[in-house]
């Protein structure tokens, strides 16, 4: 079968592994590593890749020849927790960052997320539209085709619907693929102040049963956490939601170790996000139950802590990890997932292989895509990025720079050296 499009000549190609589950421990130290590398596409989808010449059955007179010396290729990256959607920003919070004021202090005062939800409450579906198409385009620039985005900042139906509609309709628009994930469990709205049960029985009597009839998102979040929702609510909402036949994700240990990594090892969750404050114990029990560890750690840099998940030791205990960017107005805005896999050698002494095993095959199997993405097997959507680097180690040791030269969506170009096409 002759190919559509065959890119040659890559100094290297990364072929993630996919073995059909998560790459757990060790198994991330793994993949193949292409020299003079090419990949093939036909109809949008990987047909073949290989090392120096490409076989002449792959070569038909319409084929498109593209050649890419000094460039290494990887699948598409995955960002697989992103509070994409939001009103406002909270740069005006930043000064009592810089003055060590904590974040849950922030938000007892008003501010963080309880902020942002009043923005957002105000804003109209185009302002929530334009405002996330913008840090889409951004994302994709820096080599991003698939994203998780959540809502969280309504914690009324009104607008964490009005959150949810502006992914979807970003889904069917932009280049960038969006899952989507319901979370009005981000925090206690204002309203509710002291009656946090109540407003996680009207999640579950009422929003839940909506977002599932409008098939509005297929994953559920909470903020597990001192100060937000306890383990046992947490318990009490995603056992809820395990019935109504959404998968399960839930913020656990970001700042106090208060249970989370036990409701999520005890449901089955597809993963555990932030993590940074993980007992052994709770690691341990990550591991067993296969959850999958999304860690975040550009949220601990932008909240100038020293405390960053313990990546090896879940590694070690045979977890399965990746790294995200956890883009959001106030603990995290950024966009760009190369910093956060930066971030990953730098602060928590992962390899290159390890890192960008983290930001596709797994960070595939995290957003429930990876029959679809996460890895150059035939018959995957050729979800191409190339980055200006003559191996995969250059980029991760040259940091604080988008070195994306071209990306791929299901075999299109659609980032071409700085600019989107």
């Not at 590398?37 to 070569?59: C, M, Q, R, T």
């Amino acid at each position: 079968m002759t190919a559509d499009l065959l890119l040659t000549h890559f100094n290297q190609v990364f072929c993630p592994n996919d073995l059909g589950h998560p790459l757990f421990g060790a198994e991330m130290k793994e993949a193949r590593v292409l020299e003079d590398g090419y990949i093939a596409v036909k109809d949008g989808k990987i047909l073949a890749v290989g090392s120096g010449e490409p076989d002449a059955s792959l070569i038909g007179p319409d084929t498109k020849i593209q050649s890419y010396e000094g460039k290494i290729a990887t699948p598409g990256l995955i960002d697989c927790h992103t509070h994409l959607v939001y009103g406002g920003s909270r740069e005006h919070e930043f000064a009592k960052k810089l003055a060590g004021v904590p974040y849950l202090e922030i938000l007892a005062q008003g501010g963080g997320i309880l902020s942002t939800v009043r923005a957002t409450r105000e804003a109209s579906f185009e302002n929530l539209y334009d405002k996330s198409k913008k840090l889409l385009d951004y994302m994709l620039l820096h080599g991003v085709t698939t994203v998780e985005a959540k809502s969280g900042y309504g914690l009324n139906w009104e607008t964490e619907k009005r959150q949810l509609d502006v992914v979807g309709a970003l889904d069917r628009d932009h280049e960038i693929d969006l899952v989507s994930t319901f979370m009005a469990a981000h925090a206690v709205p204002p309203e509710y102040k002291g009656r946090s049960q109540e407003y996680l029985e009207l999640i579950v009597e009422e929003m839940l049963p909506r977002v599932k009839e409008e098939n509005l998102a297929e994953f559920c979040d909470i903020f597990c956490e001192k100060g937000v929702f306890t383990a046992d609510e947490s318990r009490y909402l995603l056992s809820k939601a395990k019935e109504m036949g959404f998968k399960l994700r839930i913020h656990a240990d970001e700042i106090e170790s208060i249970g989370g990594v036990d409701v999520a090892a005890e449901l089955g969750a597809t993963s555990a996000e932030h993590l940074m404050m993980a007992t052994d114990e709770g690691i341990r029990k990550m591991a067993e139950a296969k959850v999958i560890g999304n860690l975040l750690p550009a949220t601990t840099f932008s909240l100038m802590e020293d405390t960053y998940a313990p990546a090896r030791k879940m590694l070690e205990a045979g977890m399965a990890i990746t790294l995200t960017t956890d883009s959001n107005p106030g603990s995290c805005p950024t966009a760009n997932l190369q910093f956060v896999m930066q971030l990953g050698c730098f602060m928590m002494r992962l390899t290159p292989v390890e890192v960008l095993n983290a930001v596709t095959i797994n960070a595939a199997y995290s957003v429930n895509r990876q029959d679809k993405i996460g890895s150059f097997d035939t018959g995957k959507q050729a979800d191409i990025t190339i980055l200006d680097a003559k191996n995969i180690d250059y980029p991760l040791y040259f940091f604080a720079t988008n070195l994306t030269h071209q990306v791929y969506k299901a075999g299109k170009l659609v980032v071409d050296q700085g600019r989107i096409v």
